[in-house]
């Protein structure tokens, strides 16, 4: 089955400044690859995702880029504030329809 | 977000207990998922139904089972509960619409805390 790895676990920045998140799976065959916000104490919710016929998606200060070849997909935030501070899932849906969560990476911007 | 709505929010139970968590939504849609989140281990798939007569096995699991009432309903069940099963659990839908479009998107319940003591 689709294995999805995250990186950092963990991340730091300065309010305004950029984070970047990475994510890998292992199905070639993975067409979706969302991202999660979970802000503490609450469920997860979508923030952008990607198909597998796109590069490149934007929407306002988050972007995800995915280069299938690699098998990597990555979201970043730009011009960070204390709001995005949260825990950030990626994950990868495969031809079976599974979908497979990162570990999840936990931000912090500092003001 | 109350489309998807789960009970109860929080459970403390004993080891060997059976217990029930349920699942509705009004959103309409066809699939539903149950997750499961650990610190530093993220959402595990637990079981997915496609339809009310489609059960399927996730990622893990061994001592669980589910139940599909109805398109709007899906529960949760430990039938015998252990300490290595308290987590927070999650309830999902989805309006799968194939080749990956738009009706992939998740939609998650708000959680329930389980403690097994």
């Known amino acids: ?111 | 977000d109350a489309d998807v709505t789960q009970t109860p929010r929080n459970r403390i139970t004993k080891t060997g207990k059976r217990i029930m968590l349920e699942c509705s939504q009004t959103k309409g849609h066809d699939r539903m998922y149950w997750y499961r989140q650990d610190p530093g281990l993220g959402l595990r798939l637990i079981y997915y139904s496609f339809d009310v007569k489609d059960i399927n096995k996730g990622e893990i699991s061994d001592g669980y089972s589910v139940s599909r009432q109805a398109q709007a309903k899906f529960s949760l069940s430990l039938e015998s509960a252990i300490p290595n099963q308290t987590a927070l659990y999650f309830c999902a839908t989805s309006d799968f619409v194939g080749t990956g479009g738009p009706g992939d998107t998740q939609y998650f319940g708000p959680g329930t805390r389980l403690t097994v003591l």
């Open chain 1, 1 to 111: 089955g689709e294995n999805v790895e995250q990186h950092p676990s963990t991340l730091s920045v300065q309010e305004g400044d950029s984070a970047v998140i990475k994510c890998t799976y292992s199905d070639s065959a993975s067409n979706y690859f969302p991202w999660y916000k979970q802000e503490l104490g609450k469920r997860p919710q979508l923030i952008i995702d990607i198909r597998s016929n796109v590069g490149e998606k934007k929407d306002q200060r988050i972007a995800v880029t995915l280069n299938k070849t690699a098998k990597h997909f990555s979201l970043h935030i730009t011009e960070t504030q204390p709001e995005d501070s949260a825990v950030y899932f990626c994950a990868a849906q495969d031809n079976n329809n599974d979908m497979r969560f990162g570990a999840g990476t936990r931000l912090t911007v500092k003001p």
